[in-house]
């Protein structure tokens, strides 16, 4: 065990190349290119902490060619 403060830990410098990346594609129909787009979230006046009915925009990406958004980016609470 070591007494001695702890010292803010350097992060080593990772040169990450574009060939160590991995594509995300459209499970659907494989096109590699995707769109920003929103997903609104509506809060009810009355679970609102201001009172008001409240629109939270989700900001996710979705397929460019059909316009999917990818499982790992639904939010959750939809079932
Ligand atoms: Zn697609």
């Known amino acids: 065990m070591s007494t001695k403060p702890l010292k803010p830990i350097k992060?080593?410098?990772k040169k990450i190349s574009i060939e160590d990346t991995e594509s995300l594609k459209c499970e659907d129909c494989n096109n590699y290119s995707f769109i920003k787009?929103?997903?609104?979230?509506r809060i009810s006046a009355i679970l609102s902490p201001t009172g008001q009915e409240t629109m939270i925009p989700i900001e996710v990406?979705?397929?460019g060619n059909?316009?999917?958004?990818?499982?790992?980016m639904m939010p959750?609470?939809?079932g």
Do not use: E, M, N, T
Request: glycine share 10%.
């Open 11 to 13: 992060q080593p410098q």
């Open 37 to 41: 787009s929103y997903f609104i979230r």
């Open 61 to 63: 990406f979705s397929c």
């Open 66 to 72: 059909c316009g999917k958004v990818p499982a790992s």
């Open 76 to 78: 959750k609470g939809d």
